[in-house]
C-alpha cells in the first residue's frame, strides 16, 4: 500500500517562502511520477508541478514557473516544492500525488497524501 505524507506548510506573508515534502512509502517508484496540486477555498483542485522519479522530466503550471522548484531525493523517495516569492494567490491545501506519469498530469492518480494548509497573507 502506497502511503503519501506531506510536510512543510503553514502561514507565511506574500513574498516569503516555504518548502513542501512528500515522502512516500510502500512501493518502488521507477517510471512513476510525483505531482504536486492544490486546492484554494470554493475552487477546484488545480495542477502545480511534477517531477519523473527516474528521469528529469519536470512540469509547472503557468502561475508558479520561476518562483517554486520541484525536486526529488530518490534515496529517501522524497519530493520537495520550493515556494518561493509566494503571492495570497497562492494559498491553499497542497497535495501530491504518486502515479504513472499521464495520471498524475491528469489530475487521476490513485494515491494522493492527506494534504498540508498554506496560507499567504498580504
Known amino acids: 500500500q502506497v502511503q503519501l505524507v506531506e510536510s512543510g506548510g503553514g502561514l507565511v506573508q506574500a513574498g516569503g517562502s516555504l518548502r513542501l515534502s512528500c515522502a512516500a512509502s510502500?512501493?518502488?517508484?521507477?517510471?512513476?511520477?510525483t505531482g504536486w496540486f492544490r486546492q484554494a477555498p470554493g475552487k477546484a483542485r488545480e495542477f502545480v508541478a511534477s517531477i519523473i522519479w527516474s528521469g528529469e522530466a519536470i512540469m509547472y503550471a503557468n502561475s508558479v514557473k520561476g518562483r517554486f522548484t520541484i525536486s526529488r531525493d530518490n534515496a529517501k523517495n522524497t519530493v520537495y516544492l520550493q515556494m518561493n516569492s509566494l503571492k495570497p494567490e497562492d494559498t491553499g491545501v497542497y497535495y501530491c500525488?504518486?502515479?504513472?506519469?499521464?495520471?498524475?498530469?491528469?489530475?487521476?492518480?490513485?494515491?494522493w497524501g492527506q494534504g498540508t494548509q498554506v496560507t499567504v497573507s498580504s
Open positions: 510502500g512501493r518502488t517508484f521507477d517510471n512513476y511520477a
Open positions: 500525488a504518486v502515479d504513472l506519469p499521464p495520471r498524475v498530469i491528469l489530475g487521476k492518480s490513485n494515491y
